[in-house]
């Protein structure tokens, strides 16, 4: 029995941690029709971020995490009014492409500059909590997992209560029908864009003490993202939080009781399979979301 809870809890630890790491994917993709390829990297970037502000200042992730948040806010704004604005009304695989120049760009400049070496975060957060004899709780996951849970609420708030929250909204149901009642679309689409690439970065922070950082770290969480935005749905803010306690949830249990020694990679691979069977079987997601279907295709 005690094996059974610790996996559960290394799952939803997991969990977490995936949700903190790919909502803004999910997001920017719903409101705005874009696949932001580039998503890793702006984790990428965080959690880089965060290391700095460790090695230079000794600031935990947590405190660090509130510059970031606004310095890749104001990155993801200028991004999307001199890059992303540009393509955005164009063939979906232009701003796909564009957004993977920007994926290579991005991971390249920060191997210049830090080389490719793997960097890990300190953190005062770092260990377990003892639950009984034989159940361990990571601290460092858990913190990540009530900051996902803190952005999701106030997330879900804004865009139920306030009247830029409403605007988004509707930008993602019909952007056509948006403008003709007076919402300020590219207003809409570059703070959007802006507020993704904050959360995203923030989640990079959070997570540097416990996943290696190196330039390179960006294209699997991309893909991670695809598969919980299959799960959750476009825009889903609530179902991005279900997808991915699914998808950590799943992959534990996979990797602790998968036979000999293969748990890990089988894990992998049942997430992508998880993949397929989604968008064959429900492409709207599990859980529903801001868009409609066919918001990246029309």
């Known amino acids: 029995m005690s ?5 559960l809890i290394n799952g939803v630890a997991l969990g977490g941690q995936y949700t903190l790491l790919v909502l803004g994917f999910s997001i920017i993709w719903g409101v705005l029709g874009v696949i932001n390829f580039a998503h890793g990297e702006f984790v990428m970037l965080g959690a880089y971020g965060a290391w700095i502000a460790s090695e230079e200042w000794g600031l935990e992730p947590i405190v660090s995490a509130v510059p970031i948040f606004f ?7 200028v991004l999307q009014k001199t890059v992303v604005n540009r393509v955005i009304d164009r063939e979906h695989l232009v701003s796909l492409l564009v957004m993977f120049a920007v994926s290579i760009i991005i991971a390249n400049v920060v191997k210049l500059r830090y080389q490719a070496d793997f960097r890990r975060t300190q953190t005062e957060f770092d260990g377990f909590w003892a639950l009984g004899d034989n159940i361990t709780i990571p601290r460092a996951r858990t913190l990540i997992l009530v900051a996902a849970l803190l952005v999701l609420v106030a997330l879900s708030q804004f865009l139920q209560r306030t009247r830029l929250g409403k605007s988004i909204r509707a930008a993602a149901q019909n952007r056509e029908a948006a403008q003709i009642v007076g919402i300020d679309i590219k207003w809409v689409y570059a703070f959007t864009f802006a507020l993704c690439i904050g959360i995203t970065s923030v989640g990079g922070a959070l997570a540097a003490p416990v996943i290696p950082v ?7 969480l991309t893909l991670y993202a695809f598969v919980i935005t299959a799960l959750s749905g476009l825009g889903s803010v609530r179902g991005a939080f279900g997808g991915a306690m699914a998808l950590g949830i799943l992959q534990a249990f996979v990797a602790r009781y998968a036979p000999g020694g ?3 990679n089988l894990a992998v691979i049942v997430a ?3 993949l397929v069977i989604i968008l064959v079987t429900r492409p709207q997601g599990l859980f529903g979301g801001l868009a409609p279907v066919d918001a990246g295709t029309t």
């Open 71 to 77: 310095i890749m806010f104001a990155v993801g704004f």
């Open 214 to 220: 190196f330039p390179f770290m960006g294209p699997p």
């Open 272 to 274: 992508f399979g998880l």
């Open 262 to 264: 293969i748990g890990t």
């Open 3 to 7: 094996q059974l809870i610790q996996t």
